[in-house]
């Protein structure tokens, strides 16, 4: 098996990251994996444009995984400032969750928000419903805030909706 590496994503890689990212999240494809939203939500779960956009953006990164030279997996880190930074998109090709890929990467987005932004917390998003992703999280030291904030129901940019429930809970970690 080849090894795998991890680094920046730049615009070569928008057109490869796009499809993991969706194949990751939506569709039948998906169901394969356990970290999915496609019971949840329809369509796209980002497009190009906003992935090139994140790649233009200084204050964030897309920490690329790849083996054998296919991407495998992603997670984007955000400089929020103030010390704090965001992390989202943490995608692992669904045939390939539960086998440590997402805990490397979340290691390493932490890693790179301590190092390259200078942030000392570390913030997330999940959708409300997405309780054993939520759990998971809590396993690697992130903790529910209180916080909720609405799911964007009406930008098809995120998605559309399959339930009108839908919202984000914050999750919290500090970063040593």
């Given at each position: 098996?080849?090894?795998?590496?991890?680094?920046?994503?730049?615009?070569?890689?928008?057109?490869?990251?796009?499809?993991?990212?969706?194949h990751?999240?939506?569709?039948?494809?998906?169901?394969?994996?356990?970290?999915?939203?496609?019971?949840l939500l329809?369509?796209?779960?980002?497009?190009?444009?906003?992935?090139?956009?994140?790649?233009d953006?200084?204050?964030?990164?897309?920490?690329?995984?790849?083996?054998g030279?296919e991407?495998?997996?992603?997670?984007?880190v955000?400089?929020?400032?103030?010390?704090?930074?965001?992390?989202?998109?943490?995608?692992?090709?669904?045939?390939?969750?539960?086998?440590?890929?997402?805990?490397?990467?979340?290691?390493?987005?932490?890693?790179?928000?301590?190092?390259?932004?200078?942030?000392t917390?570390?913030?997330?998003?999940?959708?409300?419903?997405?309780g054993?992703l939520?759990?998971w999280?809590q396993?690697?030291?992130?903790a529910?805030?209180?916080?909720?904030r609405?799911?964007?129901?009406?930008?098809?940019?995120?998605?559309?909706?399959?339930?009108?429930?839908?919202?984000?809970?914050?999750?919290?970690?500090?970063?040593?």
């Amino acid at each position: 098996m080849d090894e795998i590496v991890l680094r920046d994503g730049g615009h070569d890689d928008v057109a490869l990251i796009h499809p993991l990212v969706h194949h990751a999240y939506r569709g039948d494809r998906a169901r394969v994996g356990w970290t999915h939203e496609a019971d949840l939500l329809d369509a796209a779960r980002i497009d190009e444009a906003a992935l090139a956009a994140s790649i233009d953006d200084p204050r964030q990164t897309i920490i690329l995984a790849e083996r054998g030279g296919e991407p495998i997996g992603c997670v984007q880190v955000t400089d929020r400032g103030d010390g704090l930074a965001y992390l989202g998109m943490l995608t692992v090709a669904a045939h390939l969750q539960a086998r440590g890929l997402g805990r490397r990467l979340l290691q390493a987005a932490e890693a790179l928000a301590r190092d390259r932004y200078g942030a000392t917390r570390i913030e997330m998003t999940v959708i409300v419903q997405r309780g054993e992703l939520i759990e998971w999280y809590q396993r690697r030291g992130y903790a529910l805030t209180g916080e909720t904030r609405p799911f964007p129901m009406t930008d098809p940019r995120f998605g559309v909706p399959r339930r009108s429930d839908l919202a984000f809970v914050v999750l919290e970690k500090p970063l040593a």
